[in-house]
């Protein structure tokens, strides 16, 4: 994978009310340092709710949650029909492999845009809410027997600008030894 890396954004969703699933809209603005402008999740410190339970002071890494759609034909094959904005991300990717990207990848999302890869999203229970079965299409295990997490990959914006669908996304791998995304 080279500083070549890119992909394009099929879809950017957005809600102001803690949900799990994301209205589609036409735009979003990202803020920087915040998050999706009128999102429940945007803000300086962490806004999921399980994790304002433990500690509500703890930096948001979760600013910005990016899923590639290539996971919906992925699920489709196994009979679970899903769209952008379902699974709760923000911005619904094709053509780059999210989850192969290491932690502090610069991802430049049309003119302005920059998020900062933190990790990856840890799906919850409320996927198989959404549709019984489906948490176990979004988490498994590799060859070696070790946790598979496909559910996209949270981020925080260095950054902030209007993000379209149509937008190009390029990547900018960090320098010095990449360090693997692991759950944030």
């Given amino acids: 994978?080279?500083?070549?890396?890119?992909?394009?954004?099929?879809?950017?969703?957005?809600?102001?009310?803690?949900?799990?699933?994301?209205?589609?809209?036409?735009?979003?603005?990202?803020?920087?340092?915040?998050?999706?402008?009128?999102?429940?999740?945007?803000?300086?410190?962490?806004?999921?709710?399980?994790?304002?339970?433990q500690d509500p002071t703890?930096?948001?890494?979760r600013q910005v949650h990016l899923m590639h759609e290539e996971l919906?034909?992925?699920?489709?094959?196994?009979?679970?029909?899903?769209?952008?904005?379902?699974?709760?991300?923000n911005i619904t990717t094709r053509g780059i492999d999210l989850l192969a990207l290491?932690?502090?990848t610069l991802?430049?999302?049309?003119?302005?845009?920059?998020?900062?890869?933190?990790g990856l999203r840890n799906p919850c229970v409320q996927i198989d809410a959404f549709q019984a079965g489906l948490l176990k299409q979004v988490v498994g295990r590799d060859a070696d027997g070790k946790l598979v997490r496909k559910a996209g990959i949270m981020s925080i914006v260095k950054t902030g600008g209007l993000v379209r669908p149509g937008d190009v996304i390029k990547a900018e791998l960090p320098d010095g030894p990449h360090r693997p995304l692991d759950r944030v």
């Fill in 1 to 53: 994978m080279g500083a070549g890396v890119s992909g394009l954004v099929v879809a950017v969703s957005c809600s102001g009310v803690y949900s799990f699933t994301k209205p589609n809209r036409e735009s979003i603005t990202l803020l920087t340092g915040l998050g999706a402008e009128g999102d429940a999740h945007s803000g300086v410190t962490v806004k999921h709710r399980s994790r304002v339970a």
């Fill in 58 to 61: 703890q930096p948001n890494l």
């Fill in 72 to 89: 919906f034909e992925e699920v489709g094959a196994a009979g679970f029909r899903v769209g952008p904005g379902e699974l709760g991300e």
């Fill in 102 to 104: 290491p932690v502090g």
């Fill in 107 to 118: 991802l430049r999302i049309g003119d302005e845009a920059v998020v900062e890869v933190t």
